[in-house]
């Protein structure tokens, strides 16, 4: 069964830095986001992203943030200059087609803990 | 503004009896809902969607209903397992928008009694 798979699994990383989180979406698939939960928290949408741009984006998703498709099956999420608060597990999902309310398959998460 | 959210934040039950899981949403523009499960360390995984011109639909073991007059929406999950323990979260998709972005509520944690 197709899934959608996430690297790394645990990133720790010092504020101030930079991190990228690497998901690779199910093959077909056409539309791609990243959401976040903070531990304990609802999970909250970041971006979306179809085409080749972003469609959407949350008040999260500030210029610290940035999202990239680079060869056809990677989609990445960067962070510019980490803070404490970034720490989260970040899921990247995906969908073959929004407007016939396919399933979003979300992949198994990064955690990311910024010290 | 819109928002999703749930009534109990914890639901303990006894393995085999019935569970109830209960969500509340404010926008009645939303027209598509969908019940995750999350267990630990994971992402969300799909259980259950519904759209709003349906007020019932069934999967294995589980059931959704929609009540769009009051706004309401609920998780039923029979002959509940030990497997079952989890975070279950309800989602909208934004009916504003044209991006498919899913809106969740804060969870209910069910715990499965043995």
């Known amino acids: 069964e197709p899934e959608v798979t996430q690297t790394p699994s645990h990133q720790v990383t010092q504020m101030g830095q930079e991190v990228i989180l690497r998901c690779v979406p199910i093959?077909?698939?056409?539309?791609f986001y990243w959401y976040r939960q903070i531990l304990g928290q609802k999970v909250e949408f970041l971006v979306s992203?179809?085409?080749?741009?972003?469609?959407?984006k949350s008040e999260i998703f500030d210029d610290q943030f940035s999202v990239e498709r680079p060869d056809g099956s990677n989609f990445t999420l960067k962070i510019r200059s980490t803070k404490l608060e970034d720490s989260a597990m970040y899921f990247c999902?995906?969908?073959?087609?929004?407007?016939?309310?396919?399933?979003?398959?979300f992949g198994p998460g990064t955690r990311l803990t910024v010290l | 503004g819109e928002s999703v959210g749930l009534h109990l934040p914890t639901l303990s039950v006894q393995e085999g009896d019935n569970s109830i899981i209960n969500c509340a949403y404010s926008?009645?523009?939303?027209?598509?809902f969908i019940w995750y499960k999350q267990e630990s360390g994971k992402g969300p995984q799909f259980i259950i969607d519904?759209?709003?011109?349906?007020d019932k639909r069934q999967g294995q073991r589980v059931t959704v209903l929609l009540n769009k007059t009051v706004k309401h929406l609920s998780l039923q999950i029979a002959a509940t397992q030990p497997g079952d323990s989890a975070v279950y979260f309800c989602?909208?998709?934004?009916?504003?928008?044209?991006?498919?972005?899913?809106?969740f509520g804060q969870g209910t944690t069910l715990q499965v009694k043995p």
């Open positions: 999902a995906s969908t073959l087609d929004y407007f016939s309310y396919n399933e979003q398959f």
């Open positions: 093959s077909n698939h056409l539309y």
């Open positions: 992203f179809y085409n080749n741009e972003i469609s959407e």
């Open positions: 926008n009645s523009a939303s027209d598509y």
């Open positions: 519904i759209r709003s011109n349906m």
């Open positions: 989602a909208e998709i934004d009916g504003s928008g044209n991006t498919g972005k899913l809106i």
